[in-house]
T-cell receptor
């Protein structure tokens, strides 16, 4: 199936710096979900975006869905060491429960 | 509430052996997914079931892989015969079957084929 590209693949920041990961698709997305996977752990659902231009916030995390519904972003303000992990976006089909996961962005945070 | 339960957590076996991975989805969820995760290929969907019926197995690598879901509370992924390139973390996830549903993942099985 068509892969969902994420950039960057990897980012290393100092604690307190901001971080953004981008998710891009060549086709229009019906919805986008975001997951976080801690090192050695399993993906955990964070949020879902459905509407064009939608913006949702969870504490220091801000999620956006592009106006054309072809891209999405996750921004973390003032990173903490607890933010370490790999962040995945996942596109839905719109009609079924299947998801296609993006390539992931691995975030490393150091003091 | 119990989440998705996978067993075993770790498996180390020699190539050629049969490997069976097990999954118990969250009660009430009627979609079940098997994923494989490697550094090279990321998180790949192998197969998924709706109401115990396989819907899409296009991600299953080859005939050595098979999956079953005999009832709503149990699924297996079998590899026979196993090969070193099958080494990966295998995740099972479950969700409700309508669209836009979050998936809940198990802790995974870390499989090493020597």
């Amino acid at each position: 199936g068509q892969q969902v590209m994420q950039i960057p693949q990897y980012q290393h920041v100092q604690e307190g710096e901001d971080f953004t990961t981008y998710c891009n698709s060549s086709t229009t997305l019906s919805n986008i979900q975001w997951y976080k996977q801690r090192p050695g752990g399993h993906p955990v659902f964070l949020i879902q975006l459905v509407k064009s231009g939608e913006v949702k916030k969870q504490k220091r995390l801000t999620f956006q869905f592009g106006e054309a519904k072809k891209n999405s972003s996750l921004h973390i303000t003032a990173t903490q060491t607890t933010d370490v992990g790999t962040y995945f976006c996942a596109k839905g089909t719109g009609t079924a429960s299947k998801l296609t996961f993006g390539t992931g962005t691995r975030l490393q945070v150091t003091l | 509430d119990a989440g998705v339960i996978q067993s075993p957590r770790h498996e180390v076996t020699e190539m050629g052996q049969e490997v069976t991975l097990r999954c118990k989805p969250i009660s009430g969820h009627n979609s079940l997914f098997w994923y494989r995760q490697t550094m090279m290929r990321g998180l790949e969907l192998l197969i998924y079931f709706n109401n115990n019926v396989p819907i899409d197995d296009s991600g299953m690598p080859e005939d050595r892989f098979s999956a079953k879901m005999p009832n709503a509370s149990f699924s297996t992924l079998k590899i026979q015969p196993s090969e070193p390139r099958d080494s990966a973390v295998y995740f099972c996830a479950s969700s409700f079957s309508s669209s836009n549903q979050p998936q809940h993942f198990g802790d995974g099985t870390r499989l090493s084929i020597l």
